[in-house]
């Protein structure tokens, strides 16, 4: 079974640039989840969805980050502008379905340094 | 807002050594707690508990949770150089379905 997959691995950008990060589940997955895990710190959820409906983003800066699933499978995280405290590492995860007693299959996760 | 309280910060010992890794939490109504091994970046899923008192056990690593005074604990013997990573503790409550992590016990094993 192919595990989550996530690109690019690593990234540098300058402050007020955009990027955009994006994760392709396990295959039959209907939940998908992007954390940030900012270095020393566990990571954090960002949004939670739920085929391609979304389920929880009360932590998403939404003024600077979006997220979509539009097909319920890919999804892709943006961030626009970055600012030097979105340094961390991006991780997905996807879980058979949304209960919490389904276990979560994480990504290698991007690395972003924002200069 | 619930919140998960992981001690030692992080620990050194040396190949063979056992350890016991904390995790405390406080949350409005438990529903389980996971641990993970955080090697390079992705964390891979070790144990969830859900009852006080019945130890989950794979190999050498086994965990066992108190729901009365709020805690867990991994054990790892007989230490192994692979075992080194970060060991995050995470709970999830019957309010929402998200994980709350703590900020992870970073363990290295000396040959």
């Known amino acids: 079974e192919a595990g989550v997959a996530q690109s690019p691995r690593y990234k540098i950008i300058e402050k007020r640039q955009s990027v955009a990060f994006w994760c392709n589940p396990i295959s039959g997955h209907a939940t998908l989840y992007w954390y940030q895990q900012i270095l020393g710190q566990g990571p954090k959820l960002l949004i939670q969805f739920q085929n391609n409906g979304v389920v929880d983003d009360s932590q998403l800066p939404k003024d600077r980050f979006s997220a979509e699933r539009l097909k319920g499978v890919d999804s892709t995280l943006k961030i626009q502008p970055a600012k030097l405290e979105d340094s961390a590492v991006y991780l997905c995860a996807s879980s058979l379905d949304r209960n919490p007693l389904y276990e979560q299959y994480f990504g290698p996760g991007t690395r972003l340094t924002v200069t | 807002e619930d919140k998960v309280v992981q001690s030692p910060l992080s620990l050194v010992v040396h190949e063979g050594d056992t350890v016991t890794l904390n995790c405390s939490y406080e949350?409005?109504?438990?529903?389980?707690l996971l641990w993970y091994k955080q090697e390079k970046k992705a964390p891979t899923f070790l144990f969830m508990l859900?009852?006080?008192?019945i130890e989950k056990k794979s190999g050498r690593l086994s965990s066992i949770l108190d729901k009365k005074e709020l805690f867990s604990i991994l054990n790892i013997t007989a230490t192994q150089t692979g075992d080194s990573a970060i060991y995050l503790c995470?709970?999830?409550?019957?309010?929402?379905?998200?994980?709350?992590f703590g900020t992870g016990t970073r363990l290295t094993i000396i040959p």
């Open positions: 949350v409005t109504n438990f529903r389980s």
């Open positions: 995470a709970l999830t409550n019957f309010g929402n379905e998200k994980l709350t």
């Open positions: 859900t009852s006080s008192g």
